[in-house]
């Protein structure tokens, strides 16, 4: 997998660190059904009708229990496909008022906010995900599953923050920690690679890879 192939998955469904789950203890019967009659439709993702069709269903579910979760997350890449990024925005923007302490929907919408042309919301949504990556790493240990997720993550956000300098000295350690670990995963190692001396300039030419990707 290429970087810009993970920071597609990234950009649209990397929410691991936030999880998936309701913020209710039950979810209604009818959004379940309307999100899978939805996903029925993801084979058929470049068909603009598929995918306008698949968004219809996930309104209707958003609409029947606001606080869906699964239901925002599947609706941003349908609309990353049909390019329709400030819908995407704002679907992502909800999933935050959801989850406000996830780390990756904050540098989501930072990445959104960037191909947008706003700048400055973008510096404000990355900076907020980097302070909710180091409070969580101040009390993570290395052997967690999420550990290589949020060091990677921070070093992206580093970068989008143009400090370069200290993404690279996150990387090495990261990498460097790892290399003696033998349930790293090669694909982790390459990814970490792949990101490191990359400028934030170079980071969103490969957002712009990952766009022409998703055509």
Known sequence: ???FERLIVF???GLSSCGQRSSDNEIHPTPVELNEQA???VPFIENPDSSKKAINLLDRATTIDSTYFLGYVN????????RLFDK???????LIQLRPFAHDLYLRSGFLYTHLGDTSMAKAYFTKGLT?????LDTMTRTNRDYVLLMTNRAIALIMLDDSAKANKNLKTLYDIQLGDPNFDNIDKEYILSLMNKSRKELIGLISEADKYSR
């Open 132 to 136: 909710i990556c180091n409070s969580v």
């Open 39 to 41: 996903m029925k439709l």
């Open 88 to 94: 995407a925005l704002l679907a992502n923007n909800r």
């Open 11 to 13: 950009l649209l469904l």
């Open 75 to 82: 609706k941003l890449m349908f609309y990353y496909q049909l």
């Open 1 to 3: 997998m290429t970087t």
